[in-house]
């Protein structure tokens, strides 16, 4: 048994029936139904020296405001410098609005500012419960999801199947193994949108995510309590045959499998060292285009809300694509100053566990990027995680500029941004590979 001491602490952060859903904008309407509850997780890890927090939480995402809310809570209720504390989130599009994405759902304000103090409790009970733990890492393998990215017969992008496309095709997992079986856990991280279910569900759910650790506590029993960790999904989506709560149910079960498995064949590591960094980065992003362009696009974005309105679209629909005519104004006005040269922030945030490093980033980052990240990793095991500390927005890869489609075109409208430079994500991935290289986020090598 290493110097490693270890806490796990868990909160209900269902919200009431009635809330908006985020992360469709053609819902109809607020949310009519809980399916299954919400929870905050925490992983609290001490090594005498340093100690650390992760947190999981089955919501979409959150902003910076709110994340930096969530640090303070934590702060003053525990030990834990607001730097060491990762927070992921499982990217559920049947979750309550909570981040950046405008006009797909109303922040309710009463849920909002409970949160911090939520999270802060699951943290703070994590770090009560602390006690001698060792670790293993361990792997399998599993595809659920599937590249959306699929070109049309005109040679365009638009969402769909594409099997020949980037996907994750493996589980990793972190287990945890104390002297007290109430403090067993495993941290299981894998890249897939939560978006089995559709606009057309109202009912709040962790999705597949929150399928699998159901599954899992069924297979290892209450005393295991899994912790997921949401992997660079951007452009995954479950690989499903209907959006149905069979469906969820259906790949969190394979999820499960995947992850006890994995958790068959981890081996020892030694987590003895621990490290966080956590810094923002300035994402360069596209000068303003032409007045005249954008002034055309404000036209057509007028024109969507106008059609809306003529085929009576429900209200919450209109109201959506009301944010877009807001974005292209705001636009507008930045062509009419001719800005160039901006960036937006981003944070990354690199956590060494002795031979292992877990990677935060703040944005729905495509899943090349992780690959590449892993790839390069001084540590013996990476984990890369999107969603993380907050979420500023889309970060394609160079080639998907080059080919369009929603991730390109759209989304960065939807975050009231502008859209990223095509060097974006390579700007990301060398600020993540100094952190990662900096001996002072670094534990043991391979």
Known sequence: MS???VGIGERKITPLIGVDLSGFAHREGPSEAIHDDLWCRAVVLDDGATRLGIVALDLLELDFELDAAVRRAVSEATAIDPDHLLLNCSHTHAGPATGAPEGTGYRNQGY????PAEVAAAVSRAEKALSAARLSYGESELQIGIDRRERQPDGSIDFGRNPDGPADRKMRVVRIDTDEAAGAAVIFNYACHGTTLKEENREISAEWMGAAISHLRRIAGDALTPVFLQGCCGQINPDVSAATFEEVDRIGARAAEAVAAAMQAAQPVEAVALRAQLQRVGLPLQDAPAVDCAEASLRQAERTVEQLRRHGAAPYV????????????RMLARSKRQAAAETVPFAIQVIGLGEMAIVGLSGEVFFEFAEEIQSRSPFRHTLVLGYSNGCTCYVPTEEAFGEGGYEVDDSFAWYGLPPLRPEA??????????MLEDPHSQGGHA
């Open 112 to 115: 909002i500012s409970r949160l």
């Open 425 to 434: 994500g390579g700007v990301m991935v060398e600020a993540t590979m100094r």
């Open 3 to 5: 110097a490693l001491r």
């Open 318 to 329: 209109v109201r959506a694509f009301e944010s877009l005519v807001t974005h292209s104004q």
